[in-house]
DNA sequence: GATCAATATTGACAGATGTCGATGTGTGGG
DNA sequence: CCCACACATCGACATCTGTCAATATTGATC
């Protein structure tokens, strides 16, 4: 369907659209791009998403991940799912080691959708 | 006490941080943060911001907003309590009128934490 | 292939969140 | 003074979310 052609998953929205104090978000960009939001919108996600950005590759290995929090390895692993299907985070195998690496370009377009043309 | 004058409002660190990808965040800050982040997270929200942002003079009546949504006006009401709340919105009373400002600067405070030097 | 180590998945549960209808509060006009 | 209007607060409800313990899955190693 041309419907579904249309239909942009949450990380393409957000690319396309002019920054937030310029024009009002139409609500289905709104819908799009809330979940990239929500999916940062959490103190343990944030440190997450800041941890692997600042490795070294620009990618972290879940087992140090776990040791920088004090929660257990599947609110870690929970976590770091989320970031994945929200698009935020890249995941590649290597071994028995995942590697979770930051779409740097979904967080310079959310930074741009918000933070506007100052 | 020290503890409590070094202690900064979510809207004060987002200012003070380096960027999300050139050094972990710090568990505090990361605490700070997410609040705002969670203010932003949800579609109503998103619109509503925008929707004041790229209003004349960038500010906004409640009646006007709450045309512009399908949603109760307790609805709308909560949703610009959370954004008030969370240091995005201003509020100033004018008669019966009550109108809300975007506070540009927590906005680009925002995206520059989260953009990066990107 | 038995075993161990690294991650993911499941199920459960407390607490947070979005929404509404009903009601409260304050302001201006008649 | 009372009413109409703009907005906020309250109480209730269903849903979503963060967390954990237990269990499953997958890959390396002996």
């Given at each position: 369907m041309s419907k579904s052609q249309l239909t942009l998953t949450p990380?393409?929205?957000?690319?396309?659209?002019?920054?937030l104090v310029r024009e009002p978000l139409a609500a289905d960009r709104a819908e799009s791009v809330?979940?990239?939001l929500k999916a940062l919108a959490d103190p343990v996600r944030l440190r997450l998403v800041s941890i692997v950005a600042a490795s070294e590759g620009g990618e972290a290995c879940v087992c140090d991940?776990?040791?920088?929090f004090d929660l257990s390895q599947p609110t870690i692993s929970h976590h770091l799912k989320v970031l994945h299907e929200a698009g935020l985070l890249d995941r590649s195998k290597r071994g028995?080691?995942?590697?979770?690496?930051?779409?740097?370009?979904?967080?310079?377009?959310?930074?741009?959708?918000?933070?506007?043309?100052?």
């Open positions: 990380v393409e929205t957000v690319a396309c659209c002019s920054p809330a979940p990239l991940l776990n040791d920088a028995v080691w995942v590697y979770y690496a930051v779409r740097r370009e979904v967080l310079a377009d959310l930074a741009a959708l918000i933070g506007g043309g100052a």
